[in-house]
Nanobody
């Protein structure tokens, strides 16, 4: 069974950058689509970005387009979320999620994902 663990969160000033990592174990990541979700206090968990199992397809939520970049290194069983030009409204707990699939496309529908990490806190504040 796949197990994913997020890391890389922290406190950053507006305009700063962070790189989140999602390290997988228990299975090879190249059979899984990966997505990043986030949940701010009092809000629903929302999809931020996703990437297909071989990296050929990516998708982004509108508010992060042009600022965030999702990537993966299947040889290292790890996925990443590079976050640039961070804003206070990006403050949330960020979750990595995975689903085993043969699809070459990815989606950010929460119900599709079977494996979830514990989350990593990202706080954007001056």
């Amino acid at each position: 069974q796949l197990h994913v663990v997020e890391s890389g969160g922290g406190l950053v000033q507006p305009g700063g950058s962070l790189r989140l990592s999602c390290a997988a174990s228990g299975s090879t990541l190249d059979r899984y689509n990966i997505a990043w979700f986030r949940q701010a206090p009092g809000k629903e968990r929302e999809g931020v970005s996703c990437i297909s199992s071989r990296g050929g397809s990516t998708s982004y939520e509108n508010s992060v387009k042009g600022r965030f970049t999702i990537s993966r290194d299947n040889d290292k069983n790890t996925a990443f979320l590079q976050m640039n030009s961070l804003k206070p409204e990006d403050t949330a707990v960020y979750y990595c999620a995975a689903v085993s699939t043969i699809s070459t496309m990815c989606a950010m529908a929460r119900w599709q994902y079977d494996y979830w990490g514990q989350g990593t806190q990202v706080t954007v504040s001056s």
